[in-house]
């Protein structure tokens, strides 16, 4: 127990020091942090269903990020750990981000629904089975069997 205390005592101390970090000379602003986070947690899901894929494509998850928003890792590391300091101000760029993934999650599962509906309709449609008359092997018409 006593270790405990101790424990807890040397953890409030040292995390009691925490400065903001400088403002980089290089900060991405806001609107693009929102940009590279959105393409960063589409490139992680990527990577996460597809990694081999994209491994045989050569496509570098984070390179692609980094070259399409013309920043390198150490301008985007200082930049988050800016943001990310502030809270609120980290909470509202993720936020943003968060609702535009929700947003293409539920065009792209709307798209996947109409796809499934149009390919059962299609199945639904094939599978209709006309009736078919029977041959009449020496061409008479009907009337001729009417008495």
């Known amino acids: 127990m006593r270790y405990m205390v101790i424990i807890t005592l040397i953890c409030c101390f ?3 020091d925490i ?7 290089n900060l991405i602003d806001k609107e693009k942090m929102v940009d590279v986070l959105y393409d960063v947690y589409l490139m992680n899901a990527a990577k ?5 894929k994209l491994e045989q494509w050569g496509i570098s998850p984070e390179k692609y990020i980094l070259d399409k928003y013309k920043i390198d890792s150490l301008q985007f590391a200082q930049s988050n750990d800016f943001y990310a300091f502030d809270l609120e101000t980290y909470q509202k760029i ?21 796809i499934q509906k ?6 639904d ?11 009449n092997k020496m061409n ?4 001729v069997f009417k008495d």
């Open 118 to 123: 149009a390919r059962k309709q299609k199945n």
């Open 14 to 16: 040292a995390c009691s």
């Open 140 to 143: 008479l018409k009907p009337e």
């Open 48 to 52: 996460g269903l597809k990694k081999k």
């Open 94 to 114: 993720i936020d943003e981000v968060v609702q535009r993934l929700t947003v293409e999650k539920e065009k792209n599962e709307r798209k996947r629904d109409s």
């Open 125 to 135: 449609s094939s599978k209709v089975k006309t009736k078919k008359q029977p041959k």
């Open 19 to 25: 400065k903001r970090p400088p403002k980089p000379d």
